[in-house]
C-alpha cells in the first residue's frame, strides 16, 4: 500500500478514520450516559475501540498485511460485537453488512475474499442459531424478520463483490498500463542510446579505415598484410555497430521460418563449451516442435543472451532445463537455472540499458532480447527467487 505514503492519501486516510474513531468514541460515550451500571461488555467496547484506533494510527507507519488482517479481524470483532451486546440495535447488522468493503480501503484481494467467505459463515451460523435456539428471547427484533434480514444480508454480500470484482478489472488494467509506459520509455531510451553511441564510434572507424586503405598500397607484402588485419577488424567493428545500430531503427534482417528445435540445438552446440567451463548440463526437453516467423540470427543471439546470464548466474556443477511447449497458437520456451535468482527490485530492473549486477557485465544482453521479442510479436516474462533460481519463458506466435 504504498498509495497511502503520497501525502494526498495520507491526508484522506487521516480525515476519513478521524471521523470513524470519532463515531466510535461517541457511541462509547452515549453508552456510558445510557447504563446505570457498566457491565463488562462495555469494557471489551471500551477495549476494542481503544484498539482499533491504535491500529488506525500505526497503519500508515506499518503497512503491512499482518496490521491489514488485524485492522480487518477487530472492526469484524467491533462490528459483532456492537450487535451481540446491543440488540436492540438492528442497524448494527448494516455494519456487519459492510465488513468486506473494508479490505477494499487495502486493495487487498485475499482479505477480500477472506472477510467474505467469514463474515456469510458467521452470519449464517448466527441467524441458524437465532432461529432455532435463542427463538426471539434475546433477538426478537431479529427473529420477527429473520428471513428478511437474512435475503437483505445476502444481497449486501453480493453487491460488495459486484463492486470488488469491478474494482479488481480496473486495478489491473491499470497496471498493464503503466507496465507498457515504463516498457516504451525503456525501449525509447535504449533506441536513442544506441543511435547516439553507434553515430559516435562509426565515424572516427570510417577516417581511420579510410587512412589505412591508402597506406596500406605503398607498403611492402609484409607490412601489407598486417594492414589486412587491422581492416578486417574494423570491419568488424563496423558490424558490430551496426547491429547496435539495428536496435534503434527497423530492422532490415529479413524474418524466416525457424523451427525451434533446430535453433535451439544450434544455440546449445555454440553455448556448450562455455557452459562445460563450469561443467554445468544443458538439458532441453522438446515437449511441442513447432515452427515461427522471425530472423534465424536474432533468435540464436536472444537465446545464447538468455544461457550466458543462467550460465552466469549458476554455480559449479548445477544444471539447466529448456522446455519447449505449444499452448494456443503461441510456443513457450523456458529457460530454468538453479541459480543465484533475483530480488523483486532486481526482476523490475532487467532489461534497463546497463544495468549489471556482474562485475564484467554489460547490461545489454536482456535490453536486447526485449527489442528482438517485441520486434517478432512476442513476450519475455521473467520469474525468479533469490537463492533458488530463475525461470525465463519466451513465448512466439507459431506459424500454422
Ligand atoms: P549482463 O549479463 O551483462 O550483466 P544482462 O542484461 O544480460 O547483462 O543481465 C542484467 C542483469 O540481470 C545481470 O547482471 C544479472 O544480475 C541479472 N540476471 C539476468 N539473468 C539472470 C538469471 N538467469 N539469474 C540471475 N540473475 C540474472
Ligand atoms: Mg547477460
Redesign the pocket.
Known sequence: MNDLSGLPNLKHYRLVMGICILLMVLGVVLVYFEEDQLSPAFYIHVAVVTIITGLIWIYPKWHNSFIQYSLNIMIAAYFYLMFIIYPFTMSTLLLICFIPGVAFLFFNKRLFYWTLYGNIVMVLSFMLYVLFVDRGTTFHLLYADIFGYAINFFASQAILLFIHLLLQKRIENQKLYYKQIQEDARLKTTGQLAAAVAHEIRNPITVVQGFLQFYSDDQPLEKKKHYELMLEELNTAEKVISDFLSLAKPSETGTEIVNVKEALHNVMDLINTYALMDTIQVRLDVVDDCDVSCSLLEFKQLFV?IF???I??SKHGDSIEVKVEKEDNLVHITVS?H????TDE?LQA??TPF????SK???????ICFNIVKKYGGSIFFQ?KEGIG?D?TVSFPIIK
Open positions: 543472451n550466458k546470464n543462467a552466469e548466474a537455472d541459480g543465484v535468482g533475483m532486481q532487467i532489461g544495468y549489471s549486477l556482474k557485465g554489460t547490461g545489454l544482453g536482456m535490453m525468479s530463475t525465463v
